[in-house]
T-cell receptor
């Protein structure tokens, strides 16, 4: 099976702009989680989508939003970008079957806000 | 919410030695504990995981132990090799009674492991 893919891989934006990142899960996986990775804060959970519904949400401001499509692909959007939003954004997909859902990560999108 | 503490933040060992990384979690309801390895510039990759109904799990040179009473779990790597050098993250998650995860992993801060040849 093809792994989790994310586009774009790199992105440079300026403060105040908005950005949309895309994540394609492993075929058959219905859950997509998003994480922000920074040197200072580590890996932090943003939100999780399952069957087009946001099922869980982390402690990020409302500028961070997401959605999931019927094919399980997911997008996240960050509006009014701030310098502190510079980070590696990772998505992970998992299957809803089984006792716990093992999450498989994509390569990430590295966002630089100038 | 859940909080995961990971120690040490850096670990340097000689090739062939063992390495141990420890994590503690705060939410006694957490019941799934994966470990990820992240090499420089690459995605985190699952190396081993353990569920709360098991005390220990081993996969070749890697093992994980879980102490539910003390709320801590540890990663053990034996016979370390230079290619084991990476950042290792522990995480904790909650699955509901139906066995379906809420899709949220709470991560520790990571351990930079360096294995010297």
């Amino acid at each position: 099976k093809a792994g989790v893919t994310q586009t774009p891989r790199y992105l440079i934006k300026t403060r105040g702009q908005q950005v949309t990142l895309s994540c394609s899960p492993i075929s058959g996986h219905r859950s997509v989680s998003w994480y922000q990775q920074t040197p200072g804060q580590g890996l932090q959970f943003l939100f999780e989508y399952f069957s087009e519904t946001q099922r869980n949400k982390g402690n990020f401001p409302g500028r961070f939003s997401g959605r999931q499509f019927s094919n399980s692909r997911s997008e996240m959007n960050v509006s009014t970008l701030e310098l502190g939003d510079s980070a590696l954004y990772l998505c992970a997909s998992s299957s809803p079957t089984g006792l716990a859902e093992t999450q498989y990560f994509g390569p990430g999108t590295r966002l630089l806000v100038l | 919410g859940e909080n995961v503490e990971q120690h040490p933040s850096t670990l340097s060992v000689q090739e062939g030695d063992s390495a141990v990384i420890k994590c503690t979690y705060s939410d006694s309801a957490s019941n799934y504990f994966p470990w990820y390895k992240q090499e420089l510039g690459k995605r985190p990759q699952l190396i081993i995981d353990i569920r709360s109904n098991v005390g220990e799990k081993k996969d070749q040179r890697i093992a994980v132990t879980l102490n539910k009473t003390a709320k801590h779990f540890s990663l053990h790597i034996t016979e370390t090799q230079p290619e084991d050098s990476a950042v290792y993250f522990c995480a904790a998650s909650l699955t509901n009674a139906g066995g379906t995860s809420y899709g949220k992993l709470t991560f520790g801060q990571g351990t930079i492991l360096t294995v010297h040849p």
